[in-house]
C-alpha cells in the first residue's frame, strides 16, 4: 500500500501542540488593516485553538488518525 500523503496546504495553515491539541491563525488580518482598530487587531494576533467540530477534518488531513473528509 502506498505512504499516505499529508496535505499541503493544512500543514501550512495547522500546528500541533505538544497535549495534541490543534492550534490555527486568527482570519482577518492580512489586509484592509486601516480601518480597523488597533485593540481588535491586537487581539486578532497570535493563534488559537481549533474548534472541536472541526477537527475531525483537520486531523484527517494531517493524517493524525481517524477523521471524515
Do not use: C, W, Y
Amino acid at each position: 500500500m502506498p505512504k499516505m500523503k499529508t496535505n499541503s496546504s493544512a500543514k501550512k495553515r495547522f500546528s500541533v501542540t505538544g497535549t495534541g491539541k490543534i492550534k490555527r491563525k486568527q482570519a482577518f488580518k492580512n489586509h484592509i488593516l486601516t480601518k480597523k482598530a488597533k485593540k481588535r487587531k491586537e487581539k486578532l494576533a497570535g493563534f488559537v485553538e481549533v474548534h472541536p467540530s472541526d477537527v475531525g477534518r483537520v486531523k484527517f488531513l494531517l493524517n493524525m488518525g481517524k477523521g471524515k473528509a
